[in-house]
């Protein structure tokens, strides 16, 4: 079964031909500059086979874009999908699992657009779309926020009126859930013991957002995020935990100017709002051995982004109770040695030692970066989101079709 994965983001559409249930990867790419038209053109990069070619095309729309996907897609024997699996940031409380597309999930899906306001009206256009153009292709939707609906009400629940809850869906969703349930079924894999049996911390560390997850017998109970993606760890532009008293200094501040508050915490915050000169936390661990005024903001930068981290690293090990592994993952958890060496630092008396030597040279991903005699095993997970959604679209399709 070709399975065609369709990650929808505000002006881009990554996609991903995966073969099922093989897992292989037969094509994939990205449209970049959907929408509006801008200083550099639209393009798509195309991938078929490891040869990657850069194709300029107008795409005022995802729908176009993904109709000149499927142009590059056929342009391949074989390569025409049986099913479309797309990405949905939010499913809100409606879904809790992955659903096949007809009217009453669409109808659904509307219900919760605001609650992902940039994310979720694009992808689902782009659903619509798709199935008024191939009304033949089976398709389903994956949520970030299913696989959080586990966490209990005691850990999702602001402390607000009941009623202000309810009438604007206030609670905690979390997010990063297609990462955070793919590395640790991976991580249950490398230990050798069923995902039911797993009890672990996973750090997704993005080289934009970032997110703790603490499982329990292979389910989430905790997730850093919250009602958005904006709560939680310092992330590359957005703020993470904060005061709500600053919320409404900046309001009062900004003559409650609510688009300029809201840009301030998502898109001038984080690593570049206390660096002030990058948003990537790679580029301030490498500026703090330059000397200076700046490497000691970068230094101070660095501190801030770890101490938010290890807070809640240890916080989650705690609820925990007996975790079997602490799991690194996406851009920085994968490929920043130093992060892991810094946030695993005299965690000794949680049981969890790293080994100097395996974190520095990891090698082929996953792999156990912890000392012979650590309680707890430090894993580095390479995930895969695309892979995550090709396997619970084709469970859920095959499942319904054995039913």
Known sequence: MNTLVLNCGSSSLKYRLIEMPSERELAGGEACRVGPRTDEPASISHSVDGHQRVVTVDMPDHATAFEEVMKLIGEGP?????????????????????????????????????????HNPPAVGLLEACRAKYPHLPQVAVF??????????????YALPLEVRQNLQLRKYGFHGTS??????????????????????S????????????????????????????????????????????????????????????????????????SGTSADIRDVLAATNDGGEEAARMYDTTKVYLWRIRKYLGAYLTVVGKPDAVIFTDTIGETVPEVRRKLCADMGFFGLRLDENR?????????????????????????????????????????????
């Open 78 to 118: 074989g390569l025409a999908p049986d099913v479309l699996g797309h990405r949905l940031v939010h499913g809100g409380s409606r879904f809790h699992d992955s659903v096949q597309i007809d009217a009453d999930s669409i109808e659904g899906l509307h219900a919760v657009e605001g609650l992902a306001p940039l």
């Open 144 to 157: 970030d926020t299913a696989y959080h609906t586990t966490i209990p009400e005691c850990a999702s629940t």
């Open 180 to 201: 955070h349930q793919y590395v640790a079924e991976e991580a249950a894999r490398l230990l050798g013991k069923p995902v039911e049996d797993l009890n672990a911390v």
């Open 359 to 403: 974190n520095a040279d990891p090698g082929a991903l996953p792999a156990d970066v912890s000392q012979e005699d650590s309680i707890v095993r430090a894993l580095v997970v390479k995930t895969n989101e695309e892979l995550a959604i090709a396997r619970r679209t084709y469970r859920l399709l095959t499942t319904a079709l054995s039913a």
């Open 203 to 274: 750090c997704h560390l993005g080289s934009g957002g970032a997110s703790l997850c603490a499982i329990i017998q292979g389910r989430s109970v905790d997730n850093t995020m919250g009602f958005s993606p904006l709560q939680g760890l310092v992330m590359s532009t957005r703020c993470g935990d904060l005061d709500p008293a600053i919320t409404l200094a900046l309001l009062h501040t900004h003559e409650a100017n609510c688009d300029a508050v809201e840009d301030i915490l998502n898109k001038h915050s984080g690593v570049l709002g206390l």
